[in-house]
């Protein structure tokens, strides 16, 4: 059975830094990308950024290009997202999901290609 489990969010100042951690069980988890997606009260789930199978190509939305930083190790099974100079409008709760597509090409920010997804981990940035 497939599980991802995030970790890692919290309460942090405008301007700080959070990193944020997905651990995949139940999976051969270098055949996958991983994408990060948020979804803020009164808001549509909307993409963050993403990473492909092997690490060597990433994908972001441009409000968190130059902040944000996605990162795997796959010896691990982890995900990682670190968040810098965090913004009020990043508050959501976070979210890790699983493209098991063949293919290991640019990943995709369609959330409907992503089959498993995790539970999320809140992020609050206070002003």
């Known amino acids: 059975q497939v599980q991802l489990v995030e970790s890692g969010g919290g309460l942090v100042q405008a301007g700080g830094s959070l990193r944020l951690s997905c651990v995949a069980s139940?999976?051969?988890?270098?055949?996958?990308?991983v994408g990060w997606f948020r979804q803020a009260p009164g808001k549509e789930r909307e993409f963050v950024a993403a990473?492909?199978?092997?690490?060597?190509?990433?994908v972001y939305a441009d409000s968190v290009k130059g902040r944000f930083t996605i990162s795997r190790d796959n010896a691990k099974s982890t995900v990682y997202l670190q968040m810098n100079s965090l913004k009020p409008e990043d508050t959501a709760v976070y979210y890790c999901a699983a493209d098991f597509r063949p293919r290991d090409g640019t990943p995709s920010p369609t959330q409907n290609f992503y089959t498993y997804w995790g539970q999320g981990t809140q992020v609050t940035v206070s002003s």
């Open positions: 990473i492909s199978w092997s690490g060597g190509r990433m």
């Open positions: 139940g999976v051969k988890f270098g055949s996958c990308a």
